[in-house]
Every structure is written in structure tokens, then in C-alpha cells.
């Protein structure tokens, strides 16, 4: 791996403390930060380096639900070696030339500044600051070496802000030097989805409309917005994690197998997938919590979603008429996240006539928790009997820690924007095609029910199901238990 130098602007900020510091200290546990590099934290602070330092250290003591392991000190002082911090505003052009000069003295001591990646964990409304001014230094681009900007999802706030935001990107940078970061891309369960469909021949000849009776995707979570109420009540759920990480989630279960494992081959599927999806607006149920609106920095009348679920189809031959169903929610009744495809089921079927014969199959992909690909089957039960039982014909990751360690999407991602791959970030068409789906649903958005924490969501979102005689999947937490 090229030695590189990564500028975090925002080093103090949420995404840093809850996923970049805790990722940066698993690599370097993992001796994934090559010799040379340097981590350069921005913000406006003012730190001394040893400061930097203890702030690093403080946070990865923070309770974090994404990092739950201890912090050991010799890896800790290892990853010490490399941080650096640079402070000033964001719209400040001396932060600017600062941070030029810093890099400067870097590279004089010989730590690697010639490759960069700049991360932007800061809020996109302070975005143009920083292309302009890296373009205005020439900090942009590197004559030995390669420069790279990450950004995260939301790429904009609908059609029209995205588009503007990926032109405006290319004014400073080139596609390629740009990696549009979704976690779930990132996401090991997500991206074994294409190796189970495409290495192993026996499923992929069933996954159309001629054996798919639905599909159903969830993400649901039992806990509620935390501290974030101050983005959260601008976005809602279906912004927040429908527009991209569930649309990526059925892009994965559906899309055809790409020509080659290759960035051009596989983003181009996952657009075809994105830009055949049929807008249903009378048929998206959004919902919000009892108590969302006593929540810190929530308007006190804000009708935004914390829940939503849709129904849509895949407008494409092998797709055609099989219903989509997605839902996603904050303080739900259970965490877990995954796709079932539920299977049509044959007019004749030996057992049919038995209790519980007449049950579907079900493939499931478990995102999270419990993580694995199962098969929903049934079994006899053994003995003298004819009894039928559902089992679980599964492939699960965590069985051995030692042989299944799931990398964190963060560190998968920040390793591949090392390497230069983006097969797994989004492209500008990617992004427009997501929004203009999610456009044309909010043009028409209603109020959201109120639900009670702790179910899943308002009864609207069933009878969403219920006039098409489904219903919604309770997430099993029986196969692939820890
Ligand atoms: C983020 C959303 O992008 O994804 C959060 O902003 C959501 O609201 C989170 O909780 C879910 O990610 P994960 O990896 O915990 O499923």
C-alpha cells in the first residue's frame, strides 16, 4: 500500500469520534497504516500536538457502540507517532496555507505527503471552502503522487442539490479522485451478497419474477436519535437511509451480474437497478415516534419521519410485477437489518395439506445482527409423524472470530480509497439516480402517524401489506446466533 498523508477536516467532530479515530486505531492495531503516513487533524481548536494526541486518546475511551474493545496503550503510542493537527476556520485561506506548510515540514522529516487523501467530516455547507481553497494552493492535485477526496452520504438533499454538488465537485476534482462514501457499500454482508449470487450457480437461476413472489427489506432500530437531532430532524428516515443505504441493499439482492469485477461493471449494474425503480407515492407510510419532538434540538412541532415504508417494483423483465417492500425506523421494536426474498409458492406441493406446509422459502440476507445468508426451509420433524417445522439453512460469519473478522465498512473503505479502488463509493450518476426516486416520493409526502416506541412503527405500514394479503417479516433472531 502507497504511504499517503490523511487530512481529516472535522477531527473533532461527531463522525471523527464515533468512526474515523476508532477505525485509525484498529488499522494501526492491524499494522493496516503503512510506514510514513501521517494522520493531519483539522479544526478550529487550538491544540498543541500533545494535546491532539490526549484528545485521541480521550476519545477512543469514549463509550461507542461501534467500538466496544480495549485500547492498548503499545498500539495506542504506535498510532501516537502519527498524528499531526492543524487548526484554524474551515473559510480561512491561512488555515489553508498553513496546512501547506505543515505538509511541507512533513515531508522534509520524510513522512509521505506526496499521496493525500483529504476526508471531509465537516458539514457540507462548508464543503466549497475547502475545494476552493485546496484548488487556490494547488493542494488539489499532486505532481508525485495522487490525491483523493472522501465525502459522505447525503450527497446533497434531493436531485437538484446533488447535482450541484457533483458539478461543483468537478470543477476541482476529477471523478477519480472522488469517493462518495455510503458505509453499507462498505459493508462486508452487503458485499458477500454478490460473491453468494454470482460464484454460486445454483440460486441465480431463481432470483427473478418467475420464482420471487417479494422481496422485503428492513432496517430497523431499537434505539432513537441520540444527540443528533439537530441533522436528523432536517433529513428524516427515508432521507437518511432510504435514498441510500437500502436502495444499495436492493441494488445488491437484484441487480444483474456484472461483465467484471470491476468499478466500471459493477456501478453500472447497481445504476440500472436504481434507475428502474417505479415512484409509488401513495404507497409510502412514514411514521414518528411518540416523544421524537421533546428529543434535543428537535423542532417541537416537527413533522419529520423517524419511520417510513414503501412499496415499489423493479421495472425490468426479470423483475417485472414482483412487489418491493422497504421499511426502516428509528425506536422500533428490534434491531436488524436484511433483505427476504420470499419465493413463490407452487400449487402443488406434497405436504401442502400439512400444518404449515403451505410456507414459503425464504432467502435471507442478514445484514446485521446475526449476521449470515440463510435459507428459510421446512423440515420434518423427526419421528413416527409427518410434521412439518421451518428451519434455517444457514452460513453465518461469526461462528469463529478468529476465521470470520468482519472489517469495519469504514476501515474497508478507507483502505480502498488507499488502493484506489471505487468499485464500493457511489458515482455522480449513482447518487442522481437515487435522488430523483426518492424525488419524485417526497414531492407528495404526507404527515407521519405516530407510533410507540418499541413496535414496528404506525399499523399504516402493515395495512400496506395487508391490501396485497403479505405481511411484513419479523426478523428472526434464531439462526446465526453468536
Ligand atoms: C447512518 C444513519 O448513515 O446509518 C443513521 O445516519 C443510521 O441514522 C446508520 O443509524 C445505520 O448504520 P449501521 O451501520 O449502524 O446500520
Known sequence: ?????????????????????????????????????????????????????????????????????????????????????????????????????????????????????????????????????????????????????????????????????????????????????????????????????????????????????????????????????????????????????????????????????????????????LKSLTPLPDKVVYGQYEGYRKEENVDPESNIDTFYALKTYINSKRFRDVPVYIRAGKKLKQTATEISLVFKNPTYRLFKKISGGDEPNILIYRIQPNEGIVLKILTKVPGHEIKLKPEYMQYCYRIDPHTHYIPDPYERLLIDTIRGDQTFFNDAEEVEAQWAFIDSLIATRSKPHTYKPGTWGPKEADKLLEEDGREWLEPSMEFCRI
Open 1 to 273: 500500500m502507497d504511504s499517503f498523508a490523511l487530512i481529516i477536516f472535522g477531527i473533532t467532530g461527531n463522525l471523527a469520534q464515533i468512526k474515523l479515530i476508532p477505525v485509525l486505531y484498529d488499522m494501526a492495531e492491524k499494522n493496516l497504516l503503512p510506514e510514513g503516513m501521517s494522520i493531519i487533524g483539522v479544526a478550529r481548536g487550538d491544540m498543541s500536538k500533545i494535546e491532539f494526541q490526549k484528545y485521541f486518546h480521550e476519545v477512543l475511551q469514549m463509550e461507542n457502540i461501534h467500538h466496544k474493545h480495549p485500547i492498548k496503550e503499545e498500539v495506542f503510542e504506535k498510532l501516537c507517532q502519527k498524528l499531526h493537527y492543524v487548526n484554524g476556520n474551515i473559510d480561512d485561506p491561512n488555515l489553508y496555507l498553513k496546512l501547506k506548510e505543515y505538509m511541507k515540514h512533513l515531508t522534509k522529516k520524510g513522512l509521505s505527503c506526496n499521496n493525500r487523501i483529504y476526508y471531509l467530516a465537516t458539514y457540507p455547507d462548508l464543503y466549497h471552502h475547502i475545494f476552493e481553497n485546496l484548488q487556490k494552493n494547488s493542494m488539489n492535485k499532486s505532481d508525485k503522487g495522487w490525491v483523493r477526496i472522501m465525502i459522505e452520504k447525503p450527497i446533497g438533499h434531493d436531485l437538484k442539490s446533488a447535482r450541484e454538488l457533483n458539478n461543483l465537485l468537478l470543477n476541482y476534482f476529477t471523478e477519480d479522485q472522488i469517493y462518495r462514501l455510503d458505509h453499507y457499500l462498505g459493508k462486508e454482508t452487503l458485499q458477500n451478497i454478490l460473491t453468494f449470487r454470482f460464484t454460486n450457480d445454483i440460486f441465480e437461476p431463481l432470483i427473478n419474477k418467475d420464482f420471487i413472489e417479494h422481496i422485503q427489506i428492513t432496517a430497523s432500530e431499537d434505539f432513537g436519535i441520540g444527540k443528533r437531532g439537530g441533522y436528523y430532524d432536517q433529513v428524516g428516515a427515508l432521507k437518511d437511509v432510504g435514498q441510500n443505504h437500502q436502495l444499495q441493499m436492493l441494488a445488491f439482492a437484484t441487480m444483474d451480474a456484472p461483465s467484471e469485477f470491476t468499478n466500471e461493471a459493477v456501478t453500472k449494474e447497481r445504476i440500472k437497478i
